[in-house]
């Protein structure tokens, strides 16, 4: 059991399956976890064991193919289209594998690109942006466009991307896995800042020294969770 607050999020019978080649693969079997408010979870697994399938279907991202999904007792899998994409714009910080950058625009401007689904005035979007922006060490670089960015430095926009919103749920697929040690450690530093500030984190990764920084970890292979059920 976690010693943080309620949960945030439970899953129940999860499961995924998608058609390739004429067969269907299972990507999640039947997946029961829960994650409280406040906590650092961990998702261990090698590549293909369902890490990723499993950070998008908590991030709204893919739906399901059976099972419940709730974020603070909401049915989020039965929610509409619309309804998904405002719990993203709202709740979600995402860090992919790759940064996912647009190369046109600044660091600043990238940073700034969720604030466009949100209320908030130009001047508050960039000094939010800007806050992110120098809590991953990158104010010297604002004005660069990622082709002039070092690939760690892109993930690291990437992750202040995620964090400017100040998102209740932070959720991150490999975030170091294109980092060298120092750079890796320092963004794992920030996630751990943020969660004193009570964001919840989710990381999947298939480095077992990354994912002995989290307080907790589950381990995904083959789609299901060993040691089933996990609360």
Same mark, same amino acid.
């Given at each position: 059991?976690?010693?943080?607050?309620?949960?945030?999020?439970? =899953?129940?019978?999860?499961?995924?399956?998608?058609?390739?080649?004429?067969?269907?693969?299972? =990507?999640?079997?039947?997946?029961?976890?829960?994650?409280?408010?406040?906590?650092?979870?961990?998702?261990?697994? +090698?590549?293909?064991?369902?890490?990723?399938?499993?950070? +998008?279907?908590?991030?709204?991202?893919?739906?399901?193919?059976?099972g419940r999904l709730s974020l603070a007792g909401r049915d989020v899998a039965a929610c509409s289209e619309?309804?998904?994409?405002g719990l993203r714009a709202r709740e979600f910080g995402f860090v992919f594998q790759a940064a996912h950058?647009?190369?046109?625009?600044?660091?600043?401007?990238?940073?700034?690109?969720?604030?466009?689904?949100?209320?908030?005035?130009?001047?508050?979007?960039?000094?939010?942006?800007?806050?992110?922006?120098?809590?991953?060490?990158?104010?010297?670089?604002?004005?660069?466009?990622?082709?002039?960015?070092?690939?760690?430095?892109?993930?690291?926009? =990437?992750?202040?991307?995620?964090?400017?919103?100040?998102?209740?749920?932070?959720?991150?697929?490999?975030?170091?896995?294109?980092?060298?040690?120092?750079?890796?450690?320092?963004?794992?530093?920030?996630? =751990?800042r943020r969660r004193r500030r009570g964001a919840t984190l989710v990381m999947v990764t298939h480095v077992?020294?990354?994912?002995?920084?989290?307080?907790?970890?589950?381990?995904?292979?083959?789609?299901?969770?060993?040691?089933?059920?996990?609360?």
């Amino acid at each position: 059991m976690s010693a943080c607050g309620d949960p945030l999020i439970e =899953a129940s019978g999860l499961a995924k399956v998608f058609l390739a080649g004429g067969r269907e693969v299972r =990507a999640l079997d039947g997946v029961d976890f829960v994650v409280h408010r406040g906590e650092f979870l961990g998702v261990l697994g +090698h590549s293909g064991s369902g890490k990723s399938t499993l950070l +998008h279907i908590l991030g709204c991202l893919q739906r399901p193919s059976a099972g419940r999904l709730s974020l603070a007792g909401r049915d989020v899998a039965a929610c509409s289209e619309r309804e998904r994409s405002g719990l993203r714009a709202r709740e979600f910080g995402f860090v992919f594998q790759a940064a996912h950058l647009i190369p046109e625009l600044t660091v600043l401007e990238n940073v700034k690109l969720p604030f466009l689904y949100r209320d908030e005035t130009q001047g508050e979007a960039t000094r939010r942006a800007e806050e992110a922006i120098e809590e991953v060490g990158l104010e010297a670089r604002r004005g660069h466009r990622p082709g002039e960015l070092s690939g760690g430095e892109a993930q690291r926009v =990437a992750v202040a991307r995620a964090l400017a919103t100040s998102p209740r749920l932070i959720l991150a697929d490999e975030p170091t896995g294109s980092l060298d040690p120092s750079t890796a450690a320092a963004v794992l530093d920030v996630f =751990a800042r943020r969660r004193r500030r009570g964001a919840t984190l989710v990381m999947v990764t298939h480095v077992r020294e990354v994912a002995v920084s989290c307080e907790r970890t589950l381990t995904l292979s083959g789609g299901r969770l060993e040691g089933g059920a996990q609360v």
